[in-house]
Protein backbone atom coordinates (compact mmCIF):
# COMPACT_ATOMS: atom_id res chain seq x y z
CA UNK A 1 0.00 0.00 0.00
CA UNK A 2 2.67 2.20 0.81
CA UNK A 3 3.91 2.13 -2.97
CA UNK A 4 0.42 3.31 -4.05
CA UNK A 5 0.44 6.00 -1.82
CA UNK A 6 3.99 6.87 -3.14
CA UNK A 7 2.64 6.68 -6.87
CA UNK A 8 -0.57 8.97 -6.13
CA UNK A 9 1.53 11.15 -4.39
CA UNK A 10 3.55 11.88 -7.50
CA UNK A 11 1.18 12.07 -10.09
CA UNK A 12 -0.17 14.68 -7.81
CA UNK A 13 2.86 16.44 -7.80
CA UNK A 14 3.75 15.90 -11.83
CA UNK A 15 0.16 16.86 -12.32
CA UNK A 16 0.19 20.28 -10.33
CA UNK A 17 3.87 20.91 -12.09
CA UNK A 18 2.06 20.43 -15.41
CA UNK A 19 -1.13 22.75 -14.97
CA UNK A 20 1.91 25.27 -13.43
CA UNK A 21 3.41 25.10 -16.96
CA UNK A 22 0.93 25.45 -18.69
CA UNK A 23 -0.33 28.58 -17.07
CA UNK A 24 2.98 29.96 -17.25
CA UNK A 25 3.72 28.89 -21.11
CA UNK A 26 2.80 31.30 -23.83
CA UNK A 27 -0.33 30.75 -25.56
CA UNK A 28 0.96 29.46 -29.12
CA UNK A 29 0.47 30.76 -32.05
CA UNK A 30 -2.01 29.23 -34.31
CA UNK A 31 -1.72 29.95 -38.19
CA UNK A 32 -4.70 28.26 -39.12
CA UNK A 33 -6.80 30.68 -41.66
CA UNK A 34 -9.62 30.95 -39.63
CA UNK A 35 -11.25 34.25 -40.43
CA UNK A 36 -12.75 34.35 -37.04
CA UNK A 37 -14.04 37.72 -36.01
CA UNK A 38 -12.77 36.77 -32.28
CA UNK A 39 -9.35 34.92 -33.23
CA UNK A 40 -6.40 37.37 -32.54
CA UNK A 41 -4.11 34.59 -34.26
CA UNK A 42 -2.22 35.96 -37.65
CA UNK A 43 -4.77 34.70 -40.10
CA UNK A 44 -8.44 35.89 -37.30
CA UNK A 45 -9.94 39.07 -38.87
CA UNK A 46 -10.32 40.36 -35.25
CA UNK A 47 -8.74 43.62 -36.22
CA UNK A 48 -10.86 44.30 -38.91
CA UNK A 49 -14.16 43.38 -37.18
CA UNK A 50 -13.09 46.05 -34.21
CA UNK A 51 -12.38 48.53 -37.38
CA UNK A 52 -15.42 48.63 -38.19
CA UNK A 53 -17.06 51.45 -36.10
CA UNK A 54 -13.68 54.06 -37.57
CA UNK A 55 -14.70 52.89 -41.64
CA UNK A 56 -18.21 53.07 -40.92
CA UNK A 57 -18.94 56.15 -38.16
CA UNK A 58 -22.25 56.60 -36.58
CA UNK A 59 -23.47 52.95 -38.62
CA UNK A 60 -25.21 50.14 -36.95
CA UNK A 61 -23.49 46.88 -36.89
CA UNK A 62 -25.12 43.78 -35.85
CA UNK A 63 -23.46 39.80 -36.08
CA UNK A 64 -24.93 37.73 -38.04
CA UNK A 65 -24.65 34.06 -36.73
CA UNK A 66 -27.06 32.46 -39.37
CA UNK A 67 -27.09 31.20 -43.18
CA UNK A 68 -27.87 33.89 -45.64
CA UNK A 69 -30.86 32.41 -46.69
CA UNK A 70 -32.43 32.30 -43.20
CA UNK A 71 -30.75 35.50 -42.58
CA UNK A 72 -32.76 37.28 -45.93
CA UNK A 73 -36.11 34.92 -45.14
CA UNK A 74 -36.38 35.35 -41.38
CA UNK A 75 -33.89 38.17 -39.76
CA UNK A 76 -33.90 40.93 -42.26
CA UNK A 77 -36.87 43.02 -41.73
CA UNK A 78 -38.89 43.65 -45.54
CA UNK A 79 -38.25 47.90 -44.37
CA UNK A 80 -34.55 47.16 -44.61
CA UNK A 81 -34.42 44.82 -48.02
CA UNK A 82 -36.25 48.01 -49.83
CA UNK A 83 -34.73 50.71 -47.56
CA UNK A 84 -31.35 50.16 -49.33
CA UNK A 85 -27.62 51.47 -48.31
CA UNK A 86 -27.36 48.01 -46.10
CA UNK A 87 -23.98 46.10 -46.33
CA UNK A 88 -23.84 42.60 -45.85
CA UNK A 89 -19.96 41.65 -45.20
CA UNK A 90 -17.85 38.03 -45.75
CA UNK A 91 -14.87 37.39 -45.18
CA UNK A 92 -14.71 33.79 -44.70
CA UNK A 93 -12.20 30.62 -46.09
CA UNK A 94 -15.01 29.14 -47.74
CA UNK A 95 -18.49 30.11 -48.81
CA UNK A 96 -21.20 28.28 -51.11
CA UNK A 97 -24.14 29.38 -51.67
CA UNK A 98 -27.57 27.59 -53.20
CA UNK A 99 -29.62 28.76 -56.10
CA UNK A 100 -32.04 30.30 -53.29
CA UNK A 101 -29.38 31.91 -51.30
CA UNK A 102 -28.23 33.40 -55.00
CA UNK A 103 -31.70 35.01 -55.50
CA UNK A 104 -31.94 36.68 -52.59
CA UNK A 105 -28.30 37.95 -52.50
CA UNK A 106 -29.31 39.32 -56.32
CA UNK A 107 -32.67 40.60 -55.23
CA UNK A 108 -31.22 42.28 -52.22
CA UNK A 109 -28.33 44.15 -54.17
CA UNK A 110 -30.94 44.87 -57.11
CA UNK A 111 -32.70 46.64 -54.21
CA UNK A 112 -30.04 49.47 -53.30
CA UNK A 113 -27.95 47.18 -51.10
CA UNK A 114 -24.51 45.75 -51.19
CA UNK A 115 -22.38 42.90 -50.34
CA UNK A 116 -18.74 42.83 -49.56
CA UNK A 117 -17.48 39.38 -50.47
CA UNK A 118 -14.05 38.01 -49.49
CA UNK A 119 -13.85 33.95 -50.26
CA UNK A 120 -11.20 31.56 -51.74
CA UNK A 121 -13.82 29.61 -52.54
CA UNK A 122 -14.67 29.13 -56.32
CA UNK A 123 -17.74 26.39 -55.91
CA UNK A 124 -21.03 28.40 -55.29
CA UNK A 125 -24.02 29.46 -57.64
CA UNK A 126 -23.57 32.93 -56.96
CA UNK A 127 -20.28 32.74 -59.44
CA UNK A 128 -21.84 31.21 -62.28
CA UNK A 129 -24.96 34.13 -61.62
CA UNK A 130 -22.10 36.72 -61.99
CA UNK A 131 -20.81 34.84 -64.82
CA UNK A 132 -17.25 34.84 -63.08
CA UNK A 133 -14.62 32.75 -62.79
CA UNK A 134 -11.63 32.45 -60.09
CA UNK A 135 -8.31 30.40 -60.64
CA UNK A 136 -4.74 29.89 -58.32
CA UNK A 137 -1.47 31.28 -59.22
CA UNK A 138 1.16 29.53 -58.13
CA UNK A 139 4.11 31.40 -57.27
CA UNK A 140 7.74 30.52 -56.21
CA UNK A 141 7.87 29.46 -52.90
CA UNK A 142 10.56 32.22 -52.84
CA UNK A 143 8.51 35.03 -54.41
CA UNK A 144 6.90 37.40 -51.85
CA UNK A 145 3.05 37.93 -52.79
CA UNK A 146 2.44 41.55 -53.72
CA UNK A 147 -1.21 43.41 -54.50
CA UNK A 148 -1.68 46.90 -55.70
CA UNK A 149 -4.60 48.63 -56.87
CA UNK A 150 -5.60 49.61 -60.64
CA UNK A 151 -6.30 53.16 -59.54
CA UNK A 152 -3.32 55.39 -59.89
CA UNK A 153 -4.27 57.64 -57.94
CA UNK A 154 -4.36 55.06 -54.99
CA UNK A 155 -1.64 52.92 -56.41
CA UNK A 156 2.10 52.50 -54.73
CA UNK A 157 5.08 51.66 -56.55
CA UNK A 158 5.98 48.91 -54.81
CA UNK A 159 2.69 47.36 -54.02
CA UNK A 160 1.47 45.80 -50.38
CA UNK A 161 3.92 43.06 -49.90
CA UNK A 162 2.88 39.62 -47.48
CA UNK A 163 4.48 36.36 -47.05
CA UNK A 164 5.90 33.82 -50.25
CA UNK A 165 2.72 32.22 -51.77
CA UNK A 166 0.10 33.48 -49.59
CA UNK A 167 -2.10 36.00 -51.87
CA UNK A 168 -2.36 33.68 -55.31
CA UNK A 169 -6.15 33.20 -55.82
CA UNK A 170 -7.30 35.84 -58.53
CA UNK A 171 -10.71 36.51 -61.40
CA UNK A 172 -9.23 34.82 -64.78
CA UNK A 173 -12.33 35.40 -66.69
CA UNK A 174 -15.80 37.54 -66.90
CA UNK A 175 -18.69 37.08 -68.51
CA UNK A 176 -20.54 40.58 -69.98
CA UNK A 177 -24.10 39.58 -68.13
CA UNK A 178 -23.57 42.61 -65.32
CA UNK A 179 -21.04 45.61 -65.35
CA UNK A 180 -17.45 44.82 -63.69
CA UNK A 181 -14.92 47.38 -62.67
CA UNK A 182 -11.51 45.95 -61.82
CA UNK A 183 -10.17 47.39 -58.36
CA UNK A 184 -7.21 45.34 -56.96
CA UNK A 185 -4.42 43.12 -59.20
CA UNK A 186 -1.82 40.77 -58.11
CA UNK A 187 1.26 42.78 -58.39
CA UNK A 188 3.35 39.94 -60.08
CA UNK A 189 0.84 38.62 -62.92
CA UNK A 190 -1.58 41.45 -63.05
CA UNK A 191 -4.07 39.28 -62.50
CA UNK A 192 -6.87 40.78 -61.26
CA UNK A 193 -7.85 39.56 -57.65
CA UNK A 194 -10.87 42.03 -56.33
CA UNK A 195 -14.02 43.58 -58.31
CA UNK A 196 -16.80 44.93 -58.12
CA UNK A 197 -20.39 43.89 -59.84
CA UNK A 198 -22.77 46.33 -60.54
CA UNK A 199 -27.02 45.46 -60.13
CA UNK A 200 -29.40 47.18 -60.60
CA UNK A 201 -29.23 49.99 -58.02
CA UNK A 202 -26.36 47.78 -55.92
CA UNK A 203 -22.80 46.43 -55.94
CA UNK A 204 -21.06 43.37 -54.58
CA UNK A 205 -17.36 43.49 -54.04
CA UNK A 206 -15.52 40.21 -54.28
CA UNK A 207 -12.19 39.34 -53.36
CA UNK A 208 -10.27 36.51 -54.22
CA UNK A 209 -7.83 36.77 -51.52
CA UNK A 210 -9.81 36.86 -47.67
CA UNK A 211 -5.72 36.81 -46.48
CA UNK A 212 -5.68 40.61 -47.41
CA UNK A 213 -8.10 41.49 -44.16
CA UNK A 214 -6.24 39.61 -41.66
CA UNK A 215 -4.61 40.49 -38.29
CA UNK A 216 -0.89 39.34 -39.79
CA UNK A 217 -1.78 41.21 -43.08
CA UNK A 218 -2.92 44.41 -41.71
CA UNK A 219 -0.31 44.92 -39.08
CA UNK A 220 2.70 44.03 -41.76
CA UNK A 221 4.51 47.07 -42.61
CA UNK A 222 2.21 49.50 -43.74
CA UNK A 223 -0.32 47.15 -44.88
CA UNK A 224 -2.99 48.77 -43.30
CA UNK A 225 -3.25 51.25 -46.01
CA UNK A 226 -4.13 48.30 -48.50
CA UNK A 227 -6.89 47.19 -46.68
CA UNK A 228 -8.19 50.65 -45.70
CA UNK A 229 -8.14 51.75 -49.55
CA UNK A 230 -10.09 48.56 -50.03
CA UNK A 231 -12.90 48.77 -48.10
CA UNK A 232 -12.91 53.00 -49.13
CA UNK A 233 -14.42 51.71 -52.12
CA UNK A 234 -17.53 50.47 -50.31
CA UNK A 235 -20.25 53.32 -50.05
CA UNK A 236 -20.11 55.59 -46.76
CA UNK A 237 -23.65 55.94 -47.01
CA UNK A 238 -24.53 52.83 -45.25
CA UNK A 239 -27.11 52.48 -42.77
CA UNK A 240 -26.27 49.13 -41.20
CA UNK A 241 -23.64 46.81 -41.47
CA UNK A 242 -24.62 43.07 -41.09
CA UNK A 243 -21.69 41.15 -40.12
CA UNK A 244 -21.19 37.78 -41.25
CA UNK A 245 -20.10 34.77 -38.81
CA UNK A 246 -21.83 31.99 -39.90
CA UNK A 247 -19.00 31.13 -42.86
CA UNK A 248 -16.75 31.66 -40.64
CA UNK A 249 -17.75 30.12 -36.95
CA UNK A 250 -20.80 28.65 -38.25
CA UNK A 251 -24.59 28.88 -36.41
CA UNK A 252 -24.33 31.02 -33.34
CA UNK A 253 -28.13 29.51 -32.17
CA UNK A 254 -26.62 25.76 -32.25
CA UNK A 255 -26.88 23.83 -29.17
CA UNK A 256 -24.13 24.83 -26.87
CA UNK A 257 -23.85 21.01 -25.08
CA UNK A 258 -22.18 21.13 -21.85
CA UNK A 259 -19.09 18.86 -22.52
CA UNK A 260 -18.42 21.64 -25.85
CA UNK A 261 -18.76 24.24 -23.20
CA UNK A 262 -16.25 22.77 -20.55
CA UNK A 263 -13.68 22.42 -23.21
CA UNK A 264 -13.36 25.87 -24.36
CA UNK A 265 -12.73 27.16 -21.54
CA UNK A 266 -9.50 26.89 -19.87
CA UNK A 267 -10.46 26.17 -16.22
CA UNK A 268 -13.28 24.01 -16.90
CA UNK A 269 -11.12 22.52 -19.33
CA UNK A 270 -8.30 21.61 -16.47
CA UNK A 271 -11.05 20.90 -13.72
CA UNK A 272 -13.09 18.64 -16.04
CA UNK A 273 -9.67 16.43 -17.33
CA UNK A 274 -8.82 16.76 -13.03
CA UNK A 275 -11.81 15.09 -12.19
CA UNK A 276 -11.98 12.29 -14.94
CA UNK A 277 -7.93 11.32 -13.80
CA UNK A 278 -9.25 11.18 -10.14
CA UNK A 279 -12.06 8.78 -11.02
CA UNK A 280 -9.94 6.75 -13.14
CA UNK A 281 -7.29 6.62 -9.89
CA UNK A 282 -10.33 6.08 -7.27
CA UNK A 283 -11.58 2.57 -9.34
CA UNK A 284 -7.93 1.68 -10.14
CA UNK A 285 -6.58 1.76 -6.18
CA UNK A 286 -10.70 1.14 -4.78
CA UNK A 287 -10.17 -1.93 -7.14
CA UNK A 288 -6.68 -3.01 -5.76
CA UNK A 289 -7.96 -2.56 -2.27
CA UNK A 290 -11.23 -4.84 -2.57
CA UNK A 291 -9.17 -7.54 -4.50
CA UNK A 292 -7.22 -7.82 -1.08
CA UNK A 293 -8.62 -10.19 0.55
CA UNK A 294 -7.42 -9.86 4.45
CA UNK A 295 -7.29 -13.46 6.37
CA UNK A 296 -8.85 -13.68 9.95
CA UNK A 297 -6.46 -14.71 12.28
CA UNK A 298 -8.09 -16.36 14.81
CA UNK A 299 -6.28 -15.63 18.98
CA UNK A 300 -4.84 -19.00 20.16
CA UNK A 301 -7.15 -21.36 22.13
CA UNK A 302 -6.72 -22.61 25.62
CA UNK A 303 -7.71 -26.40 24.78
CA UNK A 304 -6.53 -27.47 28.29
CA UNK A 305 -10.31 -26.89 29.69
CA UNK A 306 -11.79 -28.98 26.39
CA UNK A 307 -9.36 -32.07 27.75
CA UNK A 308 -10.52 -31.74 31.41
CA UNK A 309 -14.12 -31.47 30.40
CA UNK A 310 -13.46 -34.66 27.92
CA UNK A 311 -11.38 -37.02 30.26
CA UNK A 312 -13.84 -36.32 33.48
CA UNK A 313 -16.42 -36.86 31.18
CA UNK A 314 -14.99 -40.16 30.31
CA UNK A 315 -14.13 -41.24 33.54
CA UNK A 316 -17.30 -40.62 34.87
CA UNK A 317 -19.36 -42.47 32.43
CA UNK A 318 -17.53 -45.51 33.42
CA UNK A 319 -18.08 -44.74 36.94
CA UNK A 320 -14.00 -45.30 37.46
CA UNK A 321 -14.19 -41.94 40.58
CA UNK A 322 -11.27 -44.17 42.27
CA UNK A 323 -8.85 -44.46 39.58
CA UNK A 324 -9.16 -41.04 38.58
CA UNK A 325 -8.53 -39.42 42.79
CA UNK A 326 -5.70 -42.36 42.47
CA UNK A 327 -4.41 -40.04 39.11
CA UNK A 328 -4.34 -36.75 40.71
CA UNK A 329 -2.86 -38.20 44.23
CA UNK A 330 -0.47 -39.71 41.87
CA UNK A 331 0.07 -35.83 39.74
CA UNK A 332 0.42 -34.43 43.11
CA UNK A 333 3.28 -36.05 44.30
CA UNK A 334 4.67 -35.75 41.23
CA UNK A 335 4.25 -32.05 41.43
CA UNK A 336 6.21 -32.50 45.20
CA UNK A 337 8.89 -34.75 43.76
CA UNK A 338 9.42 -32.25 40.88
CA UNK A 339 9.21 -28.97 42.62
CA UNK A 340 9.86 -29.41 46.29
CA UNK A 341 12.10 -31.84 45.29
CA UNK A 342 11.08 -34.32 48.36
CA UNK A 343 11.19 -38.32 48.53
CA UNK A 344 7.22 -39.58 47.87
CA UNK A 345 8.18 -42.91 48.29
CA UNK A 346 6.84 -43.26 51.50
CA UNK A 347 4.53 -40.65 52.38
CA UNK A 348 2.98 -42.41 55.67
CA UNK A 349 6.18 -40.94 57.78
CA UNK A 350 5.73 -37.86 59.95
CA UNK A 351 9.24 -36.61 58.75
CA UNK A 352 7.57 -36.42 55.35
CA UNK A 353 4.56 -34.21 56.17
CA UNK A 354 6.71 -31.55 58.40
CA UNK A 355 9.09 -31.04 55.58
CA UNK A 356 6.64 -30.63 52.97
CA UNK A 357 4.82 -28.16 55.76
CA UNK A 358 8.24 -26.60 56.17
Known amino acids: MKGYKRLMIAFVVLFV ?7 TAPEPTKWDETLRDDDKNPYGTYILHKSLTALFPNVKSNNIGVPIYNFFDEKLDSADKTAGNNLYFIVA ?10 RQILDF ?16 KLWDSLGIHTATQYFNMLDSSRVNFLDSSIRTPKGYGFYAGTIDNYFDSFLKKYTVEKLCFIDQTKDVNFIKVNIGKGSIFIHASPICFTNAFVLYKNNYNYTQEALSYLPKEINTVYWDEYYSKGRSDEAETPFRYFLTHFWLRIGFYMAWILLVLYVLFGRKRKQ ?12 T ?14 KSGKEIFEKKVYHWLAFI ?9 D ?11 A
Open 109 to 124: VGKGNYVFLSTESANN
Open 292 to 303: RIIPIINPPRNT
Open 347 to 357: VSKNEFWERLA
Open 337 to 345: RNYLQLDTE
Open 17 to 23: LFVITKL
Open 305 to 318: EDFINTISSLYYNQ
Open 93 to 102: PNVTFIKAET
